[in-house]
């Protein structure tokens, strides 16, 4: 805690703040970059080839959840929400999870 403390009074005293600002948002957007880049690598180890086999429309679907998905995220990383705009990317995403699960177990029923 004392580190944590002598780095604060040295960002104060130096009027830092505004870099410090900077480099939170920098670090919150390498974030966001670093899951799509891991959800892409497992997307194209795992599922790609078993994606190309199904329906084209369930290809749209799982996509577009996909993709809508990450806008949402982007969109909590980018801003602070609180209230509506909260409960809007939770309904959002669990939107997106169901179609996407709901797709891929379609798929995977045998019937």
Same mark, same amino acid.
């Given at each position: 805690?004392? /580190?944590?403390?002598?780095?604060?009074?040295? /960002?104060?005293?130096?009027?830092?703040?505004?870099?410090?600002?900077?480099?939170?948002?920098?670090?919150?957007?390498?974030? @966001?970059?670093?899951?799509?880049?891991?959800? @892409?690598?497992?997307?194209?180890?795992?599922?790609?080839?078993?994606?190309?086999?199904?329906?084209?429309?369930?290809? /749209?679907?799982?996509?577009?959840?996909?993709?809508?998905?990450?806008?949402?995220?982007?969109?909590?990383?980018?801003?602070?929400?609180?209230?509506?705009?909260?409960?809007?990317?939770?309904?959002?995403?669990?939107?997106?999870?169901?179609?996407?699960?709901?797709?891929?177990?379609?798929?995977?029923?045998?019937?």
């Amino acid at each position: 805690m004392v /580190i944590i403390g002598l780095i604060a009074a040295v /960002i104060v005293v130096l009027d830092q703040e505004r870099s410090l600002t900077t480099a939170s948002t920098l670090v919150r957007f390498g974030f @966001y970059i670093a899951i799509a880049f891991a959800a @892409y690598l497992m997307w194209r180890d795992f599922g790609k080839r078993e994606i190309e086999l199904w329906p084209r429309r369930q290809q /749209i679907v799982f996509y577009g959840a996909v993709g809508l998905a990450l806008v949402d995220l982007g969109w909590y990383f980018a801003t602070p929400l609180s209230g509506r705009d909260l409960l809007v990317f939770f309904l959002v995403l669990a939107a997106c999870v169901y179609a996407c699960v709901r797709t891929w177990r379609d798929q995977h029923r045998y019937t």
